[in-house]
C-alpha cells in the first residue's frame, strides 16, 4: 500500500446522476473499482440501477472524491439514494428516507474523506434521516450516528 502525502485543500468532489453514471460504462467501471468487489452492496446497488434504468430514471447520485496525486481520478465514492436496494438501506413507498454507502480507497482512508461525504450525504437528505449500514464498519459509522442527528442505521 502506497503511502499517501495528503492535503485536504487539494481533495476535489464531482456529484453525478446516476442515470449519468449508468449511461457511461466507463464511469460504472471506475465505480465498481472502487467496491469491496462484486458481492459488495455498492456494486450490488449498481447491478439493480442498471436494471432499474432500462425502465426509469434513477433516483440516485454519486459523489466522487478526487485527488491530484491521482490525476484527479476518483479515489473515493458515495452512493446517495433514495431507491431501495433490496438490503432496507433506503425508500420505504413515500421516498422519505435517503441511503448512502461510501467506499475510500485503501490509502486515502483514515484522512475525513469518508466522513466528509456522509456529512455531505446527511445535508442532502434534511431534513429526512439518512440511513447507513453502521453494521458494516461500526468504528466509522457509530461516531457519525452520534455527532447528526439525521444520520441513523438502516436496521432502525
Same mark, same amino acid.
Given at each position: 500500500?502506497?503511502?499517501?502525502?495528503?492535503? &485536504?485543500?487539494?481533495? *476535489?468532489?464531482? =456529484?453525478?446522476?446516476?442515470? $449519468?453514471?449508468? $449511461? /457511461?460504462? =466507463?464511469?460504472?467501471?471506475?465505480?465498481?473499482?472502487? =467496491?469491496?468487489? *462484486? +458481492?459488495?452492496?455498492?456494486?450490488?446497488?449498481? $447491478?439493480?440501477?442498471?436494471?432499474?434504468?432500462?425502465?426509469? !430514471?434513477?433516483?440516485?447520485?454519486?459523489?466522487?472524491?478526487?485527488? +491530484?496525486?491521482?490525476?484527479?481520478?476518483?479515489?473515493?465514492?458515495?452512493?446517495?439514494?433514495?431507491?431501495?436496494?433490496?438490503?432496507?438501506?433506503?425508500?420505504?413507498?413515500?421516498? =422519505? #428516507?435517503?441511503?448512502?454507502?461510501?467506499?475510500?480507497?485503501?490509502?486515502?482512508?483514515?484522512?475525513?474523506?469518508? /466522513?466528509?461525504?456522509? #456529512?455531505?450525504?446527511?445535508?442532502?437528505?434534511?431534513?429526512? &434521516?439518512?440511513?447507513?449500514?453502521?453494521?458494516?464498519?461500526? $468504528?466509522?459509522?457509530? +461516531?457519525?450516528?452520534?455527532?447528526?442527528?439525521?444520520?441513523? /442505521?438502516?436496521? !432502525?
Amino acid at each position: 500500500m502506497t503511502t499517501v502525502n495528503y492535503n &485536504p485543500s487539494l481533495l *476535489r468532489f464531482e =456529484t453525478m446522476e446516476m442515470d $449519468d453514471v449508468i $449511461d /457511461s460504462p =466507463t464511469w460504472t467501471e471506475e465505480l465498481r473499482r472502487l =467496491t469491496l468487489g *462484486r +458481492p459488495s452492496g455498492m456494486n450490488a446497488a449498481l $447491478d439493480y440501477y442498471q436494471i432499474l434504468r432500462q425502465t426509469q !430514471s434513477v433516483d440516485a447520485l454519486a459523489v466522487v472524491a478526487k485527488y +491530484p496525486w491521482y490525476d484527479f481520478q476518483a479515489i473515493g465514492w458515495l452512493l446517495f439514494t433514495y431507491e431501495n436496494d433490496g438490503w432496507n438501506l433506503a425508500a420505504d413507498k413515500e421516498k =422519505t #428516507r435517503a441511503g448512502a454507502q461510501v467506499y475510500i480507497q485503501q490509502n486515502f482512508r483514515r484522512h475525513g474523506i469518508g /466522513s466528509r461525504l456522509i #456529512r455531505m450525504a446527511a445535508a442532502l437528505a434534511m431534513p429526512d &434521516p439518512l440511513r447507513v449500514y453502521h453494521w458494516s464498519n461500526y $468504528d466509522f459509522f457509530d +461516531p457519525l450516528m452520534k455527532q447528526h442527528s439525521n444520520i441513523c /442505521s438502516a436496521d !432502525s
